[in-house]
């Protein structure tokens, strides 16, 4: 079995994209086979995985048209390890696309079936708000997480968050373990009142920063930085649990 976790959160700016590409790529330094999934319509985190200068013919929104298989579109990362399913163009269009299929939320869940048995671990990242590609990644996913910054309306954050993942488990996909959520930065824990998880807490550091301003994993700026080693930590913590927290 592999474990599929999906990033949201209602806003954008929220650190969807830190947390999904710095995740993805401290499993593949810990030896498990990654597959990063990126349903974003800016393609950040596609930058920050893949060499630079790579060009892929392919990209997620192809693979849920049917264009190309999930392998077919598949790349390698900056790590070994690490391959990514990039977001190049065409994801409104792909939407459209599939506008009249009652069950278009499950075409990526279908995608991955198969072909993502092979990895240890799927992680996407998902655009802000809680539309088709959201949907869509929870529909594929076991585990929906949260990135949480201090000083933001963490509860109606996470309030909009469950609403969208108590959906999708009532209509997509029963499987869904739930909801966890990560603090960003010295936030305290939003007082669990829902049965949501903490999963952990990540520091507030210049080479988590640096990275995102260069498209680059933090292990690739200062892999000893107090950032990259949180990382890690939460990678082996989610590792070493029996399922997905």
Same mark, same amino acid.
């Given at each position: 079995?592999?474990?599929? =976790?999906?990033?949201? $959160? ?11 590409? $710095? ?29 630079? &200068?790579?060009?892929?013919? /392919?990209?997620?929104?192809?693979? =849920?048209?049917? =264009? ?17 399913? *990039? #977001? ?5 269009? #792909?939407?459209? /696309? ?16 198969? *072909? @993502? ?6 992680? =996407?990242?998902?655009?802000? &708000? $809680?539309? !088709? ?18 000083? /933001?309306?963490? $509860? ?23 909801? &966890?959520?990560?603090? +960003? ?5 939003? *007082?669990?009142?829902? @049965? ?14 640096? &990275? +995102? ?17 949180? !990382? ?5 913590? +989610?590792?070493?649990? #029996?399922?997905?927290?």
């Amino acid at each position: 079995m592999y474990h599929t =976790i999906a990033l949201l $959160n209602p806003l954008g700016a929220s650190g969807k994209t830190t947390l999904a590409v $710095n995740l993805a790529f401290s499993y593949a330094l810990l030896e498990m086979r990654t597959l990063f999934v990126d349903c974003t319509s800016s393609g950040a985190g596609s930058r920050m995985m893949m060499e630079e &200068g790579q060009r892929p013919d /392919w990209g997620v929104a192809d693979v =849920i048209s049917g =264009i190309v298989g999930l392998r077919g579109a598949v790349v390698p990362g900056r790590t070994p390890y690490l391959d990514v399913l *990039p #977001a190049l163009s065409g994801e409104k269009e #792909a939407e459209k /696309w599939l506008a009249l299929n009652p069950e278009k939320e499950k075409v990526l869940a279908l995608s991955l079936r198969k *072909p @993502g048995e092979g990895y240890d671990r799927v992680i =996407i990242d998902t655009p802000s &708000g $809680n539309g !088709f590609y959201v949907k869509s990644a929870l529909a594929a996913s076991d585990l929906a997480l949260v990135p949480l910054y201090p000083g /933001w309306d963490q $509860n109606s954050q996470l309030k909009e968050a469950q609403d969208c993942v108590d959906e999708v488990l009532k209509c997509l996909n029963p499987d869904l373990k739930g909801l &966890g959520f990560v603090s +960003m930065g010295s936030s305290d824990p939003v *007082p669990d009142d829902a @049965g949501r998880q903490f999963v952990g807490r990540l520091p507030d550091c210049d080479a988590v920063r640096k &990275g +995102m301003a260069t498209d680059t994993p933090v292990a690739l700026v200062d892999v000893m930085s107090p950032g990259a080693q949180a !990382f890690l930590d939460l990678a082996r913590e +989610m590792r070493e649990a #029996a399922t997905v927290p």
